[in-house]
């Protein structure tokens, strides 16, 4: 008890010497401290700084302590945090483990401390990503999202007779899509698709940027109202989806993992077809200019999906005064400059005025079909606390169905161990035991 | 230390007679060759270095390409240091050299005093206590590194240097090195000491210590890179800029969905540039010892 | 207990020798402090954890003693024994090709030779690249198909040799590993040979040779032997290291492609952190710490002195 004042001291000490002298003269006890835990680029945490730093001039007394964690041991340093008893008020976490933070009393609900304006304003995609599906109610928000579309280069799918859609409505169907790769594959391109698997093996992005096209399918990694792997997992329509993508591979039509992220735009285009993240269209138009064409993901089967998610900011139960941390998180959603660093950097809109705001976006701009999949087709990855399993056993079983195993036997292990992980945690309940 | 480093104490060294002057050439250009084999992989990461576009820099890779730079720039390291305010690099810096010296000078000290009792104490079960030692090394650091996390949080160590300095300053690994080289040092030696009476501390420090230059050398080296390289642990440990060292600092370039190849590279060339100069000034230190000396005379 | 506590009939050399050991417990004390605080009790604690199903994110449920079921379920994982098997094969291969070049250099760069220090900065510039660096660039330099060392294999051979996935062909990936491991790390070994070699008195050389013996007999009769205890040391130590193979493999193949990189600490790592089963984590490191002991004191035994 003693220690911790002491600390708070300190930092309010320390906090104070750096805003200046404007508030020497408050006494400590009256400033109000709000930690903030986030990981970012250079980009990021410099406009983070800066606009904690225009809500201590506007807040006279609050002091906004920022704790900058780069993302490689994020999750080891919340573990660790939690351990110590020593949470942050503001937390930055990646939207695929909200629920195992909410289920494990993190987190608080944050729409009573929010803007109202920001609340109206989040995209459907960014609610969907920071909702917590026991309660329904919102955790986390953010100015972001993200999405992954399919690239081309305009020039080469024209001179194939190849069709461009152009929204979310008209996207390619399964099989357009394997005879869009199958005109590439004759004509002479190297390799068809970039799938990223360069991204690695034990990556989030497999989960992320395939699970889609399990659901366009009519299936999931886990069913999402009994919370059971096995049946939905290892059943026929997601087995048939991992021998689709399994496929393409075996007909040396994806860019091998070793071959590098960059086949789409390097030197002579090895790659046809590319299915990137929003972040991948700079890279991309950086070396091939306004030849690069931004199209949905492909409708596999009844809909469409597309993924999304990406780091969102939470507030903890160890928040000593969640209505400042809301009123942080509105002022910092809403700064100008925050949004214009954003913007600078392609950021993919989760706030709509933000997306009117972005030309890249907006309608018109080149990547307006990526945005409107924001609306109309993005799914969230399993809102569930045993996430960081689910992800981990899909990701194991893709990269040997890729490698040639056999797609029944691996999406059975799979579902195996997610719901012996389940059952290793009593059932996560509540989760399963509704409806 | 430099005095034993002069020009008759270099060609002593010298195992063989000086060869004929051709087979001499022949043997540097040998070298060299084989030096710049070796290095050539390090050619990309100075040549990224100089690309200004991370764009270009992710396209050339996996092609001669990386290897080619068409119109060199400082641009990125006059980058890396403008990021000051958000990302201060200087005091980075600041905090890996504090971090360095203070480990590798505790480090040489402590790790070099164990040595010497173990290898010649009197106290008993010393082979015991560095069987034990050589068996903590194989604990990889990745599997303690929560409870000792949680531990640094307990008692209130967590983001300070010290909570990167004392886990590394002593280290079985180096210990057991000094003590292999230490038991190579002859009985007399150590007998002629004992002979005029000093205690082990005395003989430690006065005659242990001054032959021992190129193996806490080796120490000093090992230890420093080791330290300054060092990037699981402070990432886990700091919080804020007070005690991050640069390679933490490094890592945000790394982000979660796009990589800052251009500030990614020059920064990585920077941090290479301290821990090259502290090797060289050790490396002097590699000159026969008076080991030698002492056997023959 | 202090000095003056000692009865005063002892004589003077039993309080030499009292006095002696006072002093090397004080000097054996901060060392063995700091590790039994900084290493031996984190590791300790890590044996209670393998008995529970602990988490890396504390959770609601309690963890629960679930005594050697972490240990059962490792040692029936057809993935442990596989990590095991990919650590003893990489061991195998990176201690002579590692041991021998560090070697190679260290005596190279042991002998006159003009700009010598330039030379020792140069071969120990791979030493001090980090890890992460090394991978980057080691990437691109594997990069399928067109890759440098494709293309250079591409040349040599007059394009017979088709361009290899270094890191995406299961029989090529531990080789590669092995490459890029040894390049990066044959630095500590060779300095710790040069330090050892600053040993060997040049008085043995000298006999050597008035007795006749040639190049090679000198190095095999005089260098060898004297290296002896530096041959032990760089022995052990990297096989320890060999086994802790971790950072490389995780940052380039995570373990892939089948399986084949995947070793124990990064069995252990995707368990605890990725899979955030602590307790699991935990049991492996214990398996790991036991393998590796038996391996050095196997080794121990067979170097150990035959006097």
């Not at chain 1, 080149?366 to 569930?384: D, G, L, T």
């Not at chain 3, 994110?57 to 309690?62: A, E, L, T, Y």
Request: aromatic share 12%.
């Amino acid at each position: 008890m003693k220690m911790r004042l002491s600390n708070r001291l300190l930092t309010v000490l320390r906090a104070t010497t750096i805003v200046g002298a404007g508030f020497a003269g408050l006494s400590a006890a009256e400033a109000a401290n709000l930690k903030l835990m986030f990981q970012g680029d250079p980009y990021e945490v410099k406009i983070i700084t800066e606009t904690a730093k225009k809500f201590e001039a506007a807040n006279p007394g609050t002091t906004v302590e920022l704790i900058n964690t780069p993302h490689d041991a994020y999750n080891e340093k919340v573990g660790a945090a939690v351990s110590a008893g020593a949470l942050p008020d503001i937390m930055e976490l990646d939207a695929p483990f909200l629920a195992n933070y909410v289920w494990s009393g993190f987190l608080q609900p944050i729409a009573p401390y929010i803007d109202k304006a920001v609340l109206d304003d989040m995209t459907a995609s960014n609610i969907s990503q920071g909702t917590y599906p026991v309660d329904k109610q919102l955790y986390a928000t953010a100015l972001v999202d993200s999405t992954v579309a399919l690239y081309g280069s305009r020039k080469q799918l024209t001179e194939l007779g190849i069709r461009i859609p152009t929204s979310v409505d008209d996207a390619w169907t399964k099989d357009e899509f394997v005879a869009a790769l199958e005109k590439l594959a004759a004509s002479g391109v190297k390799w068809p698709i970039d799938l990223f698997r360069a991204y690695g093996t034990k990556t989030e992005w497999i989960t992320y940027a395939y699970e889609p096209v399990l659901v366009s399918m009519g299936c999931d990694v886990i069913d999402r109202t009994t919370w059971k792997a096995g049946g939905t997992l290892d059943g026929e329509k997601c087995v048939e989806a991992a021998k689709l993508l399994q496929s393409f591979v075996q007909k040396g039509w994806v860019v091998p993992q070793s071959a590098g992220g960059n086949q789409f735009y390097a030197e002579g285009r090895p790659a046809g077809l590319a299915w990137g993240g929003h972040w991948f269209y700079a890279e991309a138009k950086a070396q091939m200019g306004d030849d690069v064409v931004v199209m949905p993901l492909p409708k596999f089967g009844e809909k469409s999906a597309s993924p999304n998610g990406t780091w969102i900011y939470a507030i903890t139960k160890n928040a000593s005064d969640p209505a400042l941390a809301g009123k942080f998180l509105s002022f910092m959603l809403q700064d100008p400059e925050y949004r214009a660093a954003y913007r600078e950097h392609a950021g993919f809109p989760g706030l709509k005025s933000f997306a009117a705001d972005s030309p890249l976006y907006a309608s018109g701009g080149a990547m307006a079909v990526a945005f409107e999949q924001a609306s109309k087709s993005a799914v969230p990855r399993p809102p569930h606390p045993a996430y960081p399993t689910i992800t981990l056993a899909f990701q194991q079983a893709m990269n040997n169905i890729f490698d040639g195993a056999d797609a029944q036997e691996e999406l059975s292990k799979a579902a195996k161990k997610i719901d012996a992980d389940i059952e290793d945690n009593e059932g996560y309940a509540p989760f399963g035991q509704a409806n | 230390m430099t005095t034993i480093s002069g020009p008759a104490q270099m060609a002593a060294q010298t195992p063989s007679r000086v060869p004929r002057d051709w087979s001499a050439v022949i043997k540097f250009v040998a070298v060299l060759i084989l030096a710049l084999v070796i290095v050539s992989p390090l050619f990309l990461l100075v040549v990224a270095s100089l690309k200004a576009d991370r764009f270009q820099i992710l396209a050339d890779m996996g092609s001669f390409r990386a290897f080619w730079v068409s119109d060199p720039t400082l641009q990125n390291f006059r980058e890396v240091w403008t990021f000051s305010g958000a990302l201060p690099f200087g005091r980075y810096l600041l905090n890996s050299l504090v971090i360095l010296f203070v480990t590798v000078l505790g480090g040489v000290f402590l790790n070099s005093m164990a040595a010497f009792v173990l290898a010649w104490g009197r106290l008993p079960g010393r082979a015991i206590i560095l069987t034990a030692l050589i068996g903590l090394y194989i604990v990889p650091q990745e599997s303690i590194v929560l409870p000792l996390l949680t531990l640094v949080n307990r008692v209130g160590l967590s983001d300070s240097f010290a909570a990167q300095i004392l886990p590394f300053m002593a280290s079985p690994l180096y210990i057991f090195l000094i003590y292999q080289f230490f038991i190579q040092v002859p009985r007399d030696i150590y007998d002629a000491a004992t002979v005029d009476g000093a205690g082990p501390f005395r003989i430690y420090w006065s005659v242990f210590l001054p032959i021992s230059l190129p193996v806490l050398a080796t120490v000093a080296i090992l230890l420093g890179i080791e330290t300054w390289n060092q990037y699981l642990w402070p990432l886990m440990v700091t919080q804020t800029d007070r005690a991050r060292p640069i390679s933490v600092g490094i890592a945000s370039f790394f982000g979660h969905d796009s990589v800052y190849w251009n500030s990614a590279m020059a920064a990585s060339v920077m941090m290479m540039i301290p821990v090259l100069i502290f090797y060289l000034a050790f490396q002097k230190w590699f000159v026969s010892s008076f080991i030698s000396s002492a056997v023959k005379g | 207990m202090s000095i003056r506590e000692v009865p005063a009939a002892i004589g003077r050399r039993r309080r030499a020798l009292w006095d002696g050991r006072v002093q090397e417990i004080a000097m054996l004390l901060p060392a063995l402090a700091l590790i039994a605080v900084f290493l031996l009790l984190p590791f300790l604690s890590s044996f209670r954890i393998a008995l529970t199903n602990e988490r890396l994110i504390p959770r609601p449920v309690p963890p629960r003693f679930v005594g050697l079921g972490n240990f059962q379920q490792i040692l029936t994982d057809h993935d442990f024994w596989r990590a095991l098997w990919n650590v003893a094969r990489f061991t195998l291969m990176v201690l002579p090709v590692q041991c021998g070049f560090a070697l190679a250099i260290a005596l190279l760069l042991n002998q006159k030779l003009p700009f010598r220090n330039f030379f020792r900065g140069l071969f120990f510039l791979p030493a001090i690249t980090s890890m992460v660096v090394v991978c980057v660039i080691w990437a691109t330099l594997f990069q399928y198909p067109t890759g440098p060392f494709n293309q250079i294999v591409g040349f040599l051979s007059f394009g017979l040799v088709q361009p290899i996935d270094w890191l995406g062909d299961p029989n090529w990936s531990m080789p590669a590993i092995v490459l890029l491991s040894a390049w990066q790390a044959y630095g500590f070994q060779m300095i710790v040979y040069l330090a050892g070699l600053q040993g060997i008195p040049e008085s043995l050389y000298e006999a050597a040779e008035l007795d006749g013996a040639g190049r090679w007999q000198r190095f095999w009769h005089v260098t060898m032997p004297s290296l002896r205890q530096t041959h032990v040391f760089v022995l052990i130590i990297t096989t320890i290291q060999a086994f802790k193979l971790f950072t490389q493999v995780n940052i380039l193949t995570q373990g892939g492609p089948r399986g084949t990189t995947d070793t124990l600490v990064h069995y252990m790592f995707t368990a605890g952190f990725v899979d955030q089963r602590l307790g699991l984590a935990s049991a492996v490191a214990i398996l790991l710490f036991f393998i590796v002991l038996v391996v050095s004191l196997v080794q121990r035994f067979v170097v150990r002195d035959r006097k």
